[in-house]
């Protein structure tokens, strides 16, 4: 009788490209992006996200991409520094000042910028703070479905 090794499933699945997505507080933008990506592509990334001064999750964020079924409310806001020495595929900065003091990445890291309004810096009531929240999140929503590394 013949004996066949037997392969691990993983022998023949491509290896996802590594993406972390920075903005400032990590509380929306890069959050929602996270959020967006892995849902919509997450069979192509492994996706991160961070902020050069961290904060929180803004609930504002979370309602948001709740109304599209995406649950981000796991998520946590996290320092750029705990991704340090990491090596990623791209770098993706969602705000200028992020863009401005990203760290370098070792390895051949794309570093790509698209800056985005910050919805948390929004003064208003909870409905009009929620409606800006929508908007990035649909404006992020629509680059990341024409970012180039996914066609």
Same mark, same amino acid.
């Given at each position: @009788?013949?004996? %066949?090794? +037997?392969?691990?499933e993983t022998a023949?699945?491509?290896?996802?490209?590594r993406i972390l997505i920075?903005?400032?507080g990590n509380s929306a933008r890069s959050q929602m992006a996270e959020g967006l990506l892995r849902h919509d592509a997450g069979d192509c990334f492994e996706v991160f996200s961070a902020g050069t001064r961290p904060s929180s999750v803004?609930?504002?964020?979370?309602?948001? @991409?709740?109304? %599209?079924? +995406?649950?981000?409310s796991g998520q946590r806001s996290k320092s750029v520094d705990e991704f340090s020495g990491q090596k990623f595929d791209y770098v993706l900065t969602v705000c200028d000042n992020a863009k401005e003091s990203c760290?370098?990445?070792p390895g051949e890291t794309v570093a790509i910028h698209r800056n985005f309004e910050d919805p948390a810096a929004l003064e208003g009531s909870e409905e009009q703070r929620l409606?800006?929240?929508?908007?990035?999140?649909?404006?992020?929503?629509?680059?990341?479905?024409s970012f180039p590394p996914l066609r």
């Amino acid at each position: @009788m013949l004996s %066949l090794p +037997i392969l691990k499933e993983t022998a023949f699945m491509p290896v996802k490209k590594r993406i972390l997505i920075l903005c400032t507080g990590n509380s929306a933008r890069s959050q929602m992006a996270e959020g967006l990506l892995r849902h919509d592509a997450g069979d192509c990334f492994e996706v991160f996200s961070a902020g050069t001064r961290p904060s929180s999750v803004r609930p504002e964020a979370i309602a948001a @991409m709740g109304e %599209l079924g +995406i649950d981000i409310s796991g998520q946590r806001s996290k320092s750029v520094d705990e991704f340090s020495g990491q090596k990623f595929d791209y770098v993706l900065t969602v705000c200028d000042n992020a863009k401005e003091s990203c760290p370098l990445f070792p390895g051949e890291t794309v570093a790509i910028h698209r800056n985005f309004e910050d919805p948390a810096a929004l003064e208003g009531s909870e409905e009009q703070r929620l409606t800006v929240f929508r908007r990035v999140r649909d404006e992020i929503r629509e680059y990341l479905r024409s970012f180039p590394p996914l066609r």
